[in-house]
């Protein structure tokens, strides 16, 4: 199999799953309570949260242990604005946002809050300048992601981030894209709040890490025992938290190598796509994530490529992973100016360190001949 859906999930490394497994049998205990099997489990716990802030430039006491980059999105979202609801209502974030942070938001808008979308344009990137003019008195937070899942692009956190702070409005970034993947130093990026997920950068399903910069108060949505101060309540998934630690080592002293590699390959992977017939790149090559590719190919539809490619051993991907099982337009698509038809002709391909060259060439040359054999049948290619 050759996998290009690094940003739907990443297998587990090896190294991860050994630092993981003591935690399972040995070292049982429950955190919470005093005698040696649940100090052992507090233990790794609190290790793999200093791994995790050190990722990330934070300091320990400011990491909180989620069970996924869906539940840090809502942690911070529903946090600040539940805790602000008197001074304002307005919440400010983008047409691109992955379904854990837009979902969120809608839900809000139930409940009085008012949203503001910016525009991200063709090159798939908000504007600043639209930042500064959506900003009212009302506004108690602004949430934008770093990078984006579908196309890889690279918002202007950092800028955002210094308005944020000269207005006194919290920010919130939804990292999972880029965590891992490129630097990310909560300080560089003026964040507030930062969400990553651990099974995006070689750790295991359903454990995160939400970032809450220190002496930022948040309104708790999930209600009991009181775990990650009162913002996480339940006993901790101790493993699966263990699991995140390692790979946010491996991922911090692995980083520099990997993006010179995926930098190579997607170099590779472009130019080999690009030199068929009608093909064009979704959003802003120069400010994009080194392993993520998404093409349009005009005349095709991207699912029965998908399918062409899994015949052939090669996972990729349509839209995202979660929009993919619905007919609807990617939104994220449609914000950078893309009409259904186009929208459906859009394939993924997201890199990872363990691809090769060999692969990006079989890939290549496996697209082509698919893409010469839809077309073939393809009633908007041929009526062009
Ligand atoms: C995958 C993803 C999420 C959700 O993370 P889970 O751990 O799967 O809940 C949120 N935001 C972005 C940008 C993602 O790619």
């Known amino acids: 199999m050759i996998y290009m859906d690094h940003a739907a999930t990443t297998p587990v490394k090896e190294e991860v799953v050994e630092a993981m497994e003591p935690y399972f049998t040995k070292y049982f205990g429950n955190p ?34 989620t069970n996924g980059g869906t539940e840090s999105d809502n942690m911070a979202i529903k946090g600040v604005t539940l805790r602000n609801k008197d001074k304002g209502n307005h919440i400010i974030t983008s047409q691109i946002e992955h379904p854990a942070v837009a979902e969120t938001c809608a839900f809000l808008e139930k409940f009085g809050f008012e949203i503001t979308y910016l525009p991200v344009y063709s090159e798939g990137i908000v504007k600043v300048e639209d930042l500064k ?30 308005i944020a702070k000269k207005k006194g409005i919290a920010f919130h970034t939804d990292a999972v894209q880029s965590v891992g993947k490129i630097p990310v130093n909560v300080n560089d990026l003026n964040v507030d709040l930062l969400s990553m997920s651990s099974h995006k ?17 948040l309104e708790p949505f999930i209600h ?60 802003y090559i120069e400010k994009m994530v080194p392993g ?29 992973a979660c929009s ?35 692969e990006v060439e079989k890939v290549i040359e496996v697209i082509k001949t698919s893409v010469e054999k839809l077309r073939l049948m393809s009633p908007i290619w041929n009526s062009r």
């Not at 005093?34 to 400011?62: S, T, W």
């Not at 506004?139 to 890889?152: A, C, D, P, Q």
């Not at 950068?201 to 108060?217: D, S, T």
Request: overall charge neutral.
């Open 201 to 217: 950068l070689y750790g295991p399903k359903g454990v995160g890490a939400l970032y809450v910069r220190e002496g930022l108060r």
């Open 133 to 162: 003019e959506a900003i009212t008195d009302k506004t108690i937070l602004i949430t934008i992601m770093h990078v984006n899942s579908e196309i890889g692009t690279i918002q202007p956190i950092s800028e955002i981030g210094k």
């Open 32 to 65: 919470s309570t005093i005698y040696k099997v649940g100090r052992e489990a507090k233990k790794g716990m609190e290790e793999a949260r200093e791994k995790v802030a050190d990722l990330i430039g934070a300091k320990v006491d400011e990491i909180i242990f």
């Open 324 to 358: 993919s099982k619905k007919l609807k337009a990617s939104p994220v698509l449609k914000a950078i100016g893309l009409d259904v038809v186009d929208s459906h002709g859009s394939l993924r391909l997201t890199l990872g360190p363990e691809n090769t060259e060999k």
């Open 292 to 320: 993520t590719a998404n093409f349009r190919f005009i005349g095709i539809e991207g699912e029965s490529l998908v399918l062409l490619l899994d015949g052939n051993g090669i996972a990729a991907a349509t839209g995202s």
């Open 224 to 283: 009991g025992g009181g775990q990650e101060k009162n913002l996480n309540s339940g006993t901790e998934n101790v493993a699966g938290m263990v699991g995140l630690g390692k790979a946010a080592e491996l991922a911090k002293r692995e980083l520099d190598n990997n993006m010179k590699h995926l930098s190579n390959l997607k170099e590779k992977l472009v130019k080999g796509i690009l030199a068929i017939e009608e093909v064009y790149l979704n959003g």
